[in-house]
């Protein structure tokens, strides 16, 4: 089998180990169920995607309630395309709104409303609670520290350091 998934250049390629194989697969099989789990809980509470009460708990915390597009992109991890359709989702909804941007012209802010931060202030006890439920209530203390160093390392490693780089929430 390793052969035949062999690129060009005929250099053997470092393949999982067995156990590194099983880490996988549980990590992408956990973290599937934990994100439909998470936006079956806010689709249900709330009417709204997980992405987009992530949107909503950025922009809560953001100074003014508001934030530059570019940046709630880069924050969200999400292409400005998806950013602007998410946005205009929540536009409809009156939770944000847009505004110019004083200091450049061609910029924009979104702007959580007054309705989309008390539909977050309903909406964030239940996600919490499924949050909870879903995580931190099947792990030990030991076990919470243990994943919270694991997931800082890889983020760490992952976040480029190049501003220059090419990732699809700067594009």
């Known amino acids: 089998m ?4 062999n690129g060009e250049g005929g250099r053997e390629p ?11 697969r549980s990590y992408l099989h956990a973290t599937t169920l934990l994100e439909d789990h998470l936006d079956r ?12 009460y992530g949107l909503l708990v950025q922009l809560s915390q953001a100074p003014r309630r508001r934030k530059r ?14 950013l ?3 946005i205009a989702r929540l536009e409809k909804n009156g939770w944000v709104r847009r505004e ?10 979104a702007v959580l409303t007054e309705e989309g931060f008390g539909v977050l202030r309903r909406t964030a006890p239940g996600h919490v609670e499924a949050v909870r439920q879903a995580m931190f209530d099947r792990l030990t203390p030991e076990q919470v520290e243990q994943l919270g160093e694991i ?3 890889m983020a760490e490693g992952l976040q480029p350091q190049d501003t220059g780089a090419d ?3 700067l594009r």
């Open 2 to 5: 390793n052969r035949a998934l």
């Open 14 to 24: 470092r393949w999982l180990s067995d156990e590194e194989q099983r880490v996988w």
């Open 41 to 52: 809980q806010l689709q249900r509470d709330a009417g709204m995607p997980h992405i987009y």
């Open 69 to 82: 597009m570019t940046q709630l992109a880069i924050d969200a991890k999400i292409t400005r395309s998806r």
């Open 84 to 86: 602007s359709h998410a």
């Open 100 to 109: 110019d941007c004083p200091s450049d012209k061609r910029g924009q802010n």
């Open 151 to 153: 997931m800082q390392v």
């Open 167 to 169: 990732l699809p929430w």
